[in-house]
Every structure is written in structure tokens, then in C-alpha cells.
């Protein structure tokens, strides 16, 4: 069996401010976050939408990508949230 691990990007409900995070369990991570069980930059800024998300196979490879979607421009977060999720949808029921 192997493992997952989750590369992700949430938003809050005005698509105002932007999230990055890596998890091997999605669906229970963006609960925490939803349901404001997560101190610090989430619940202040009532993050709460999944916008975007990518699986990987191992850590080390959502730690990298993860690393390298926080480098980048907000203009290059929004565009890759666009280019799969054009209407910035809360994926949450998909997950």
C-alpha cells in the first residue's frame, strides 16, 4: 500500500487570503481548519475554503512542492488555483 500525501491551498470565504499546507490526511486537515480547530494563521484569518490540492507519494515530495508553491508569487497561487478550479469552488465534498 502507498501512502499519500496532499499538497494543498484554502482560502477564506472572500478568496482574500491564501493558505499553503501539506498533509497525509486531507479530508481530516481541511475539517480542523473548517471547523476552526487549528490555532494561529487559519483561524485568524477564517480560513476555511479548499480551493486546490495535489497528491504525491511521499513526503519529501510534498514538502518540495509545498516549499515551492509558498515561494512563489499570490499571482502565481491564484493562477494555479484557476487553472483546476476556475470558479475558486470549496473541494471539500470531492475530497
Known amino acids: 500500500m502507498s501512502n499519500q500525501y ?4 484554502m482560502t477564506n470565504k472572500h478568496n482574500t487570503v491564501l493558505y499553503t499546507g501539506v498533509t497525509n490526511d486531507l479530508k481530516s486537515r481541511v475539517y480542523q481548519h473548517r471547523e476552526n480547530l487549528v490555532e494561529g494563521f487559519t483561524l485568524k484569518y477564517y480560513i476555511t475554503k479548499l480551493v486546490y490540492y495535489e497528491i504525491t507519494g511521499n513526503i519529501e515530495s510534498a514538502i518540495t512542492r509545498e516549499k515551492q508553491i509558498k ?9 494555479l488555483v484557476r487553472s483546476n ?10 475530497i
Open 6 to 9: 496532499y499538497v494543498y491551498i
Open 71 to 79: 515561494g512563489g508569487s499570490r499571482q502565481k497561487k491564484m493562477d
Open 85 to 94: 478550479n476556475p470558479g475558486w469552488s470549496d473541494l471539500f465534498d470531492e
